[in-house]
């Protein structure tokens, strides 16, 4: 019987994401998202990090189910805002998950911005929170630049908009599995698979 581990996200697609790197890995485990936990509230993220949040989320459902827990928290680090919108990236038009506001916001905050100055990446921290209170984050990084209106209809968030180092698309241009391949998430998740390992052998 393969060890249970929860993905802190009601997002299917995040849970194959991650299943897809786990058994890359040679990690045989039976992952599930936090929805065969319903009853599990979802955790509010009030960290002032990706860490910070990815950890709260982590502990919270090991806490309470008394599983090993994994869960993430990314977003865009623009450098001339002093790595803003960062842990406020789906909410910095004001309301939660409106990828539109959030993307028009930004373009005109770094209108007058010329295009060397225009550098960023997206972030993501993943956290592996054991019921014991074992706990381990791990980083991953897309850098890139940001363009100066949004191409492709890939992807979602601020993916229009980053073009990544070494690319003449955006990430909404690529195709998902291009994306996955350099993605901030994946490159997380595959940092936290030796740990998962480590902690779950």
């Known amino acids: ?10 997002n299917a697609h995040k849970v194959r994401e991650l299943e897809a790197i ?3 890995a040679g990690l045989d485990l039976d992952l599930v998202g936090a929805d065969a936990y319903p009853e599990v509230p979802d955790v509010k993220e009030t960290g002032t990090t990706f860490a910070e949040n990815a950890l709260l989320k982590a502990r919270t459902l090991a806490r309470a189910t008394g599983l090993p827990a994994v869960a993430d928290d990314s977003g865009l680090c623009v450098d001339v805002l002093g790595g803003a ?4 990236s789906a909410r910095w038009a004001g309301r939660h998950g409106d990828d539109k506001a959030n993307l028009d916001l930004l373009l ?4 007058d911005i010329a295009d060397p100055h225009r550098a960023a990446h997206f972030t ?18 897309l850098p890139g630049t940001l363009r ?22 955006t990430c909404a241009e690529l195709t998902p599995e291009e994306k996955n391949a350099i993605s901030h998430r994946g490159r997380a998740f595959r940092e936290l698979a030796p740990v998962i390992r480590e902690l779950l052998s």
């Open 1 to 10: 019987m393969s060890q249970r581990l929860i993905l802190a996200t009601r």
């Open 148 to 169: 100066r209106a949004p191409a492709g209809a890939g992807g979602f968030g601020y993916d229009p908009i980053l073009q990544p180092e070494g690319e003449t698309r």
């Open 22 to 24: 786990l058994s890359a």
């Open 108 to 111: 005109a905050q770094l209108s």
């Open 85 to 88: 919108p960062g842990i406020f």
């Open 124 to 141: 993501c921290a993943a956290a592996l929170a054991l019921p014991d209170g074992t706990e381990r984050v791990v980083e991953g990084r």
